[in-house]
């Protein structure tokens, strides 16, 4: 199977939390992430270098050369400032390459994106994904909503496909997991939307230039993505026709 070279940017978080016990306090710090999940589901077709998001604002590609070296970039549940916001920029006041117009000009020149949905993407919790209006937003299939665009669902929501709908569908059951909640947002008017939930897009594909991009409304580990989807029996099915579809078609 054919390996994509693959930038995966996000799904990771550090923790400060504060606990306190009648007169005293002590606080304790961590770091987490859910990239092992990405790997168990995508090593078989994917050479991932996953960048952490406390690395992304120093890290990630300045230049169009430098992004063109993968086949696919996604990004993860992390917020558009720390793309925008390099150190030189914030701590130094100098110049830096947008680096969201670097993405779209990526995607323009043959590139592919994928965004996940997450509380710091689309336009996130409070709306501190902050991708509204952004360049990024030009290239990917949905627009997004200029507030918090939460649909949480405890009580779970059931997608039901028609596999031979879409290519992106092919060899996938009817009858999928449940899903906790997703990022509301709205499909270009040609954007192709694979999957939808009560006319909200979920899955959805979109050319832009030379290059596709597509976006997938929920989460791609816990909370919104449940363990027994990140382990459901079609997950590298799933995420392959996803990846394949926006490199390849």
Not at 10 to 29: I, M, R
Not at 52 to 70: D, V
Not at 129 to 148: A, I, M, N, R, T
Not at 151 to 169: K, R, T, W
Request: proline residues 7%.
């Amino acid at each position: 199977m054919k390996k994509y070279e693959m930038l995966f940017v996000g799904e990771s978080w550090l923790t400060h939390n504060l606990e306190v016990k009648g007169w005293d306090d002590f606080s304790v710090g961590g770091y987490g992430t859910e990239i092992g999940r990405i790997h168990a589901a995508m090593d078989d077709f994917a050479q991932i270098t996953h960048l952490p998001s406390h690395e992304a604002g120093e890290k990630f590609p300045s230049t169009l050369e430098e992004l063109q070296k993968y086949d696919i970039v996604i990004l993860s549940d992390i917020g558009a400032n720390t793309l925008l916001l390099h150190p030189q920029v914030f701590t130094q006041s100098v110049r830096f390459p947008n680096r969201l117009q670097l993405l779209a000009g990526y995607v323009a020149q043959g590139g592919a994106l994928g965004m996940m949905g997450g509380y710091m993407t689309f336009q996130g919790i409070g709306g501190k994904g902050c991708y509204h209006g952004s360049p990024v937003e030009k290239v990917l299939p949905v627009d997004f909503l200029p507030y918090d665009d939460r649909q949480e669902h405890p009580e779970g929501i059931d997608l039901v496909v028609d596999p031979a709908s879409h290519p992106a569908l092919e060899g996938l059951p009817a009858q999928w997991p449940y899903l906790l909640g997703y990022n509301k947002a709205v499909a270009k008017p040609d954007a192709e939307v694979a999957v939808s939930y009560q006319g909200d897009p979920i899955l959805s594909f979109y050319r832009w230039g030379k290059g596709k991009s597509f976006a997938w409304a929920s989460d791609c580990a816990p909370h919104w993505m449940p363990p027994a989807f990140c382990d459901w029996a079609y997950i590298k099915t799933f995420w392959h026709n996803i990846i394949r579809y926006t490199v390849e078609s």
